[in-house]
């Protein structure tokens, strides 16, 4: 089941005995455990009925002891583990999880746990008898929509030039987006469109210096731009972390490559193979004329030079500044 179809089923009250949450992206799982923790018991059955535990602090044997009790002047009781991943000898739940009581809601919230096999006979048998959701994580072409979509739910609207500064300030970070999605809806009436100048007020992100205006710069050629921004970035070392910068370029000259290689120029058809919002296709359109592919190849192996400086690969690399000033010439030139 996905997140939405489980989410959608509890609010509806439509509880299995067992849930099992795992996966790289920590936001859906704990969106999912957070739920069932406030939402299936009333505040008065859960002082009696709701159980909350970390993996590291008990034992399989103690949980299932916890399960196996019946509610008091309640139908159900909740008993969550959080931090699953930490317990010691998780086959010892077989035998409870073949055959679960039924009163009792067992939740299993597992954190930064890539895989699950599900050729263990324990973790098959919360698969027939119960929920197990693997939470993946999102990448810039799927946090764009989530994005869209989370504002929605606010009866916000976003224009694709706020998104993506907006996606820039926070990062990949679910939670911390969230969250400032969360402060935008408190202070935007609903209906509204979010614009840059909104973004860059309640995130406190500069709306004219940051890494996608120096892409768009760089993919325009605009020399001019290209060194403010550069300046700017040198002026707050820690606020603009040169390694970031290298990391987002190298994300945006590896697009233009696959945009020259695309038989079908299209607009959608490079929005949807780039990734990227067909609002901006335009702009990478721009930037492939002004960048033939050989250069463009030359480009990416400048750009992973300039990682390995980064990261102290060789004798006397020289400072992030050198490094900025010597790569950015070499783009442009």
Same mark, same amino acid.
Request: glycine share 4%.
């Given at each position: 089941?996905?997140?939405?179809?489980?989410?959608? *089923?509890?609010?509806?009250?439509?509880?299995?005995?067992?849930?099992?949450?795992?996966?790289?992206?920590?936001?859906?799982?704990?969106?999912?455990?957070?739920?069932?923790?406030?939402?299936?018991?009333?505040?008065?059955?859960?002082?009696?009925?709701?159980?909350?535990?970390?993996?590291? *602090?008990?034992?399989?044997? *103690?949980?299932?002891?916890?399960?196996?009790? !019946?509610?008091?002047?309640?139908?159900?009781? /909740?008993?969550?583990?959080?931090?699953?991943?930490?317990?010691?000898?998780?086959?010892?739940?077989?035998?409870?999880?073949?055959?679960?009581?039924?009163?009792?809601?067992?939740?299993?919230?597992?954190?930064?746990?890539?895989?699950?096999?599900?050729?263990?006979?324990?973790?098959?048998?919360?698969?027939?008898?119960?929920?197990?959701?693997?939470?993946?994580?999102?990448?810039?072409?799927?946090? !764009?929509?989530?994005?869209?979509?989370?504002?929605?739910?606010?009866?916000?609207?976003?224009?694709?030039?706020?998104?993506?500064?907006? !996606?820039?300030?926070?990062?990949?970070?679910?939670?911390?987006?969230?969250?400032?999605?969360?402060?935008?809806?408190?202070?935007?009436?609903?209906?509204?469109?979010?614009?840059?100048?909104?973004?860059?007020?309640?995130?406190?992100?500069?709306?004219?210096?940051?890494?996608?205006?120096?892409?768009?710069?760089?993919?325009?050629?605009?020399?001019?731009?290209?060194?403010?921004?550069?300046?700017?970035?040198?002026?707050?070392?820690?606020?603009?972390?040169?390694?970031?910068? /290298?990391?987002?370029?190298?994300?945006?000259?590896?697009?233009?490559?696959?945009?020259?290689?695309?038989?079908?120029?299209?607009?959608?058809?490079?929005?949807?193979?780039?990734? /990227?919002?067909?609002?901006?296709? *335009?702009?990478?359109?721009?930037? /492939?004329?002004? !960048?033939?592919?050989?250069?463009?190849?030359?480009?990416?192996?400048?750009?992973?030079?300039?990682?390995?400086?980064?990261?102290?690969?060789?004798?006397?690399?020289?400072?992030?500044?050198?490094?900025?000033?010597?790569?950015?010439?070499?783009?442009?030139?």
């Amino acid at each position: 089941m996905d997140f939405e179809n489980i989410l959608s *089923d509890l609010k509806n009250k439509i509880y299995k005995p067992l849930y099992l949450f795992y996966g790289e992206e920590s936001y859906f799982i704990d969106e999912l455990t957070n739920y069932i923790q406030k939402n299936v018991l009333t505040e008065g059955e859960k002082s009696f009925n709701q159980t909350v535990v970390y993996g590291k *602090d008990v034992s399989p044997v *103690d949980v299932i002891e916890m399960s196996k009790r !019946y509610p008091m002047m309640a139908n159900l009781q /909740v008993v969550i583990v959080k931090e699953a991943q930490d317990l010691k000898n998780f086959k010892l739940f077989e035998s409870y999880v073949e055959n679960p009581v039924k009163s009792t809601i067992l939740v299993f919230s597992f954190k930064q746990t890539k895989t699950l096999d599900k050729r263990l006979k324990v973790n098959s048998l919360i698969v027939k008898n119960g929920v197990v959701f693997e939470s993946k994580r999102l990448y810039e072409k799927s946090i !764009y929509p989530w994005i869209t979509e989370s504002l929605k739910k606010e009866s916000l609207t976003i224009h694709p030039e706020a998104q993506r500064l907006f !996606y820039e300030s926070i990062g990949s970070d679910l939670s911390r987006l969230a969250n400032e999605i969360r402060k935008l809806a408190i202070t935007q009436k609903p209906g509204t469109q979010i614009q840059k100048d909104d973004i860059a007020f309640n995130i406190g992100v500069n709306r004219d210096f940051n890494v996608f205006e120096l892409q768009k710069a760089l993919g325009e050629k605009d020399k001019l731009k290209v060194y403010k921004i550069l300046d700017h970035f040198g002026k707050d070392p820690k606020s603009n972390p040169l390694i970031g910068t /290298v990391i987002r370029l190298f994300d945006y000259f590896s697009k233009l490559i696959m945009v020259h290689t695309l038989e079908d120029k299209s607009k959608n058809n490079i929005a949807a193979t780039v990734g /990227v919002n067909p609002y901006f296709v *335009d702009e990478y359109v721009r930037a /492939v004329k002004n !960048y033939p592919l050989p250069k463009l190849i030359n480009i990416v192996s400048y750009l992973r030079d300039a990682d390995l400086k980064l990261k102290g690969v060789g004798a006397n690399s020289p400072g992030d500044a050198d490094i900025a000033k010597e790569l950015i010439y070499k783009i442009l030139h």
